[in-house]
């Protein structure tokens, strides 16, 4: 076997790893406007063992109130990154649920704003990321047979666990001489087709392909409780830019709104 020959062959066998893969939405990012970090570790509460997520992106807005004070609020995404050419996702859909899913219950930390709760969540929720229409209520792997999904399971535990652990460990609980907000997303990207299925109004499946699905995943174990109303992005590699630069107006929004009261 000549160099180049076993260069790509090399080359053919790292394509199939997910590793460029990874690289190349650390790319989008960055040149979207976001800071990466990558393979970072947390705690699985269940297993008691660390773990990986694949990447961690992050943007900030910061202003200074006076000269004593400032305000700094950051958006991080919990990203898991899944290959699924072979076996293409279907999330199964249904209506939300009027009020109890109209809101986007994004997770933060916060300190330093004097604000009571409701008042934080009100500019949150009415800034945030909307809801779809509809939210995934389960999912599986297609052409995998018996129901399989066990990969998507996988990255919709992965992304809710880390993000647990970030939130938890985050330095924008620490008391400043300002107001600090975190605020977190799951998100799992996919390389491959997503569908959405669902029934029409005649009670027929439907399957449609999409780039954004939007799907409830409460967890609940002995170490974990997201609560009701959980949501995870879903997302094609297509979709990335134009649900990076959503999340940034959405930062600069609520920024704006925290800066009023």
Same mark, same amino acid.
């Given at each position: ?149 066990d990969d998507i ?29 975190e605020i977190f997303?799951?998100?799992? =990207?996919?390389?491959?087709? &997503?569908?959405?299925?669902? @029934? !029409?109004?005649?009670?027929? $499946?439907?399957?449609?392909? +999409?780039? #954004? ?13 997201t609560g009701d ?5 879903? =997302?094609?590699?297509?979709? &990335?830019?134009?649900?990076? @630069? !959503?999340?940034?107006?959405? $930062?600069?929004?609520?920024? +704006?709104? #925290?800066?009023?009261?």
């Amino acid at each position: 076997m000549s160099k180049s020959e076993l260069i790509e062959k090399l080359k053919k066998d790292l394509l199939d790893t997910g590793f460029p893969l990874e690289l190349s939405i650390s790319n989008t990012l960055k040149r979207n406007g976001w800071g990466v970090i990558h393979n970072s570790y947390y705690i699985d509460r269940d297993d008691q063992k660390g773990r990986e997520i694949d990447l961690i992106a992050r943007t900030f807005q910061y202003k200074e109130i006076d000269e004593e004070k400032f305000q700094e609020i950051a958006f991080s995404l919990i990203i898991e990154i899944k290959k699924a050419v072979k076996k293409p996702w279907v999330i199964f859909t249904t209506e939300k649920r009027g009020l109890l899913e109209d809101f986007y219950r994004l997770k933060y930390v916060s300190s330093g704003f004097n604000i009571e709760t409701y008042r934080l969540n009100e500019v949150l929720f009415s800034n945030g990321p909307k809801v779809n229409e509809t939210l995934g209520r389960n999912f599986y792997e297609g052409f995998s047979g018996n129901g399989a999904r066990d990969d998507i399971y996988k990255a919709l535990t992965g992304t809710v666990k880390a993000l647990e652990h970030f939130k938890e460990v985050s330095v924008y609980k620490t008391e400043a001489a300002g107001r600090l907000m975190e605020i977190f997303e799951s998100l799992v =990207i996919i390389e491959g087709k &997503l569908y959405e299925a669902f @029934l !029409d109004e005649d009670g027929e $499946l439907q399957v449609e392909e +999409r780039q #954004y699905i939007q799907s409830t995943f409460n967890y609940l174990s002995p170490n974990y409780n997201t609560g009701d109303g959980n949501i995870v992005s879903i =997302i094609t590699i297509d979709y &990335l830019k134009d649900l990076l @630069l !959503d999340r940034r107006n959405r $930062l600069e929004d609520i920024f +704006r709104g #925290y800066l009023k009261m």
